[in-house]
């Protein structure tokens, strides 16, 4: 019995933990040649919480995968304001020293890292003051869920509100860089409070594990 409600807690604890957002970490077809433009991923966080890390591959099968020096920014966006795709928090400009896979905290230099469900991420390829080209490898490829980019490409202005350019979702025959896109690219988890009933179960567990030790 002790064991049954050690996995009751265990389990409540887990539950407050999401997988990541966005696609696997792995090396794709190319990166943009486009320089200093932002782009979204095109789903939400799907929960609440503040969000800690993100990561991302920058190996690429083409030659533009040469992306030693390569700045890029990232951001959250609420893409239900009416006037747009909107900026609610930045975090610090990484620098990558080649293709590889690279895991940064979310450092917030500007904003807040909270999102609600709908919310969604981007980043910017370049810094507040250089631009760049893409830094993040992509396929193209068939998907429902895909990513955007913006009309004015400049560096992320906070509370400014974006219009799109492209949209990458979609079917793609492998002979256009319009179509369907995926990026190896992924935000943690927005770490979120219990819910109250998953408090009442992690106390729960906890207590009757204590009531079953002290009957030792």
Same mark, same amino acid.
């Given at each position: 019995?002790?064991?049954?409600?050690?996995?009751?807690?265990?389990?409540?604890?887990?539950?407050?933990?999401?997988?990541?957002v #966005?696609?696997?970490? +792995? *090396?794709?077809?190319?990166?943009?040649t486009a @320089?200093?433009?932002?782009?979204? /991923?095109?789903?939400t !966080?799907?929960?609440?919480?503040n969000?800690?890390?993100?990561?991302?591959?920058?190996?690429?099968?083409?030659?533009?995968?040469?992306?030693?020096?390569?700045?890029?920014?990232?951001?959250?966006?609420?893409?239900?304001?009416? #006037?747009?795709?909107t +900026? *609610?928090?930045i975090?610090?400009?990484?620098? @990558?020293?080649?293709?590889?896979? /690279?895991t940064?905290? !979310?450092?917030?230099?500007?904003?807040?890292?909270?999102?609600?469900?709908?919310?969604t991420?981007?980043?910017?390829d370049?810094?507040?003051?250089?631009?760049?080209?893409?830094t993040?490898?992509f396929?193209r490829?068939?998907?429902?869920?895909?990513?955007?980019?913006?009309?004015?490409?400049q560096?992320? @202005?906070?509370?400014?509100?974006y219009s799109?350019?492209?949209?990458?979702?979609?079917?793609?025959?492998?002979?256009?860089?319009t179509?369907?896109?995926?990026?190896?690219v992924q935000?943690?988890?927005?770490?979120?409070a219990?819910?109250?009933?998953?408090?009442a179960?992690?106390?729960?567990?906890?207590?009757?594990?204590?009531?079953?030790?002290?009957?030792?």
């Open positions: 019995m002790r064991i049954i409600y050690a996995f009751f807690l265990l389990g409540s604890i887990q539950a407050i933990i999401a997988g990541d #966005g696609y696997p970490l +792995i *090396t794709r077809e190319a990166t943009d @320089v200093g433009y932002m782009f979204a /991923y095109d789903g !966080f799907g929960v609440s919480g969000v800690l890390t993100w990561a991302f591959d920058s190996s690429a099968t083409s030659s533009t995968s040469h992306v030693a020096g390569h700045q890029i920014t990232p951001f959250l966006m609420d893409p239900t304001t009416s #006037g747009g795709w +900026i *609610t928090g975090g610090a400009t990484e620098t @990558v020293l080649g293709p590889g896979i /690279y940064f905290s !979310f450092s917030l230099v500007a904003g807040s890292n909270l999102v609600a469900p709908y919310m991420f981007g980043w910017y370049g810094s507040a003051t250089t631009a760049n080209q893409g993040i490898a396929d490829t068939t998907t429902s869920i895909g990513f955007r980019d913006f009309l004015n490409p560096p992320p @202005v906070l509370g400014q509100a799109t350019m492209s949209n990458f979702p979609g079917a793609n025959d492998g002979t256009s860089w179509g369907g896109r995926v990026y190896s935000f943690d988890p927005a770490t979120s219990p819910e109250p009933a998953t408090w179960m992690i106390l729960g567990g906890f207590f009757t594990v204590v009531a079953l030790r002290r009957r030792r």
